[in-house]
């Protein structure tokens, strides 16, 4: 088998949170570290942030190759078999 680099597709995906408090870490200034301390109301908000129990995400994925970039192809769902080989099957169209 002669493989040559024309022959060659590479695809990724990345998943994204779309709330955007999933993993992120709060900082407090001294000023409102000192007000967090005395009750004060505000920033206790800005710890008290609710994050949801199953946060929305999308999947983004994407390929290249010899020929270029693919267009970015956005899941609004898990990826699955399904939904993987129906990707696969765009690249395979547009390449």
Sequence with gaps: MNIKGKDIFFTDESQMDCNPFVNEHIRLSPE???????????????VNKQAENFPKKILIAGGISYYGLSDLIIVEETMTDFTYGQTLLHYKKKF
């Design 32 to 46: 409102n570290i000192e007000k967090f301390k005395n009750g004060d109301i505000e920033a206790l908000n800005l």
